[in-house]
């Protein structure tokens, strides 16, 4: 609770986002992680949010990868990304973790670096701040509007993703 509106935790809030527009209930426990199961656009989906610290939460994507026998090409990671601008989204098939150990966490546990991915910008820490503070940080009140249109977007490509495919996502989203 205590990490709950920090910059850290924004992959929550597209989760929390997409559950609610689709009606998916995010009550269930087990796998170390809050989860819920449903429907977006015709498609079954397990929306997760590991109960882990970010550095571990490879392990809440195993399991539930494992349990529900979800293919690679059908797991996609939504995260904080500090290399990114406040507000700015970027769709990738796969890739470095780029120092997000969340992400290498899962890659790690996953045995694959080929994760779908959507990456939040949440900006570089300023000067004289460490990555570990700025990250466990909350948002500014004048960064929250840059916030909040991010997550809508971030769960539009989502959505887009899975009705239309990565290719078709990528292009209307990475602009």
């Known amino acids: 609770p205590q990490y709950a509106n920090t910059r850290h935790n924004v992959g929550f ?14 009550r269930r426990n087990r796998f170390r992680a809050t989860y819920g199961r449903g429907q977006i656009g015709g498609r079954e989906v397990v929306i997760l949010k590991p109960q882990t610290f970010m550095n571990d939460s490879g392990d809440a994507a195993w399991r539930v990868v494992q349990f529900y026998k979800i293919q690679q090409t059908d797991f996609i990671a939504v995260y904080d990304e500090m290399a990114l601008d406040i507000g700015v989204i970027r769709l990738r098939r796969g890739g470095s973790d780029a120092g997000h150990r969340g992400m290498r966490s899962i890659a790690d546990l996953l045995h694959t670096t080929d994760i779908a991915r959507v990456r939040l910008g949440i900006g570089a820490a300023p000067a004289g701040w460490n990555a570990r503070d700025w ?13 909040e249109d991010m997550v809508a977007r971030a769960a539009e490509a989502v959505e887009w993703w899975l009705a239309e495919g990565i290719e078709a996502a990528m292009g209307k989203f990475n602009g």
Do not use: C, G, Q
């Open 135 to 147: 990250v466990l940080s909350p948002f500014k009140p004048v960064e929250r509007e840059k916030v």
């Open 13 to 26: 809030l597209v989760a929390d986002y997409l559950a609610a527009r689709h009606r998916i209930e995010l």
